[in-house]
């Protein structure tokens, strides 16, 4: 068990590091991802808590909601968008659109996902250096999938 984390980690963040050299070359998709990112997570927390009545999975994670989770792919998208219009001659817009489109969905995933990790792991917080948080991983869990899904899609698209 311990093998396959220590692989899985260096996996990971090796997909990341890879991936942040693909983004300095143009750093304002680093701004998209960030909105789209956040953007899903705010809206996804707001419209929960307003209307959300539908648990996706209470083992898991016993506030997330479907409301919720659509609320927040679509507050993450129209952010990310209407912002990244402030430099989006710099970008390919194929690219761009498809990074708004797609990183509230893979945020709101990646938040999941890691919600079951620690589940399966029974601890509450990945660690305790922002009380009340989640941890410092809990805050940058789904930024981290984001930047994974922005290199495959330059791969693919550049």
Request: glycine share 8%.
């Amino acid at each position: 068990m311990d093998s396959f984390v220590c692989i899985s980690y260096v996996t990971i963040f090796s997909l990341v590091y890879h991936a942040v050299g693909q983004i300095s070359g143009v750093h304002q998709y680093l701004w998209t991802i960030v909105f789209a990112t956040y953007g899903s997570d705010t809206g996804a927390y707001f419209v929960g808590r307003a209307i959300g009545k539908h648990k996706m999975n209470p083992r898991i994670s016993p506030k997330k909601s479907w409301e919720g989770f659509v609320g927040g792919i679509v507050f993450g998208f129209i952010l990310s968008l209407v912002v990244s219009f402030s430099y989006v001659s710099n970008l390919n817009p194929v690219l761009n659109t498809l990074l708004c489109l797609l990183c509230p969905i893979t945020a709101e995933l990646g938040d999941l996902c890691f919600s079951a990790i620690k589940r399966h792991f029974a601890v509450k917080d990945f660690s305790n250096l922002l009380p009340g948080h989640g941890g410092v991983l809990d805050r940058v869990d789904s930024l981290l999938l984001n930047i994974m899904l922005f290199s495959v899609l330059y791969t693919i698209i550049l």
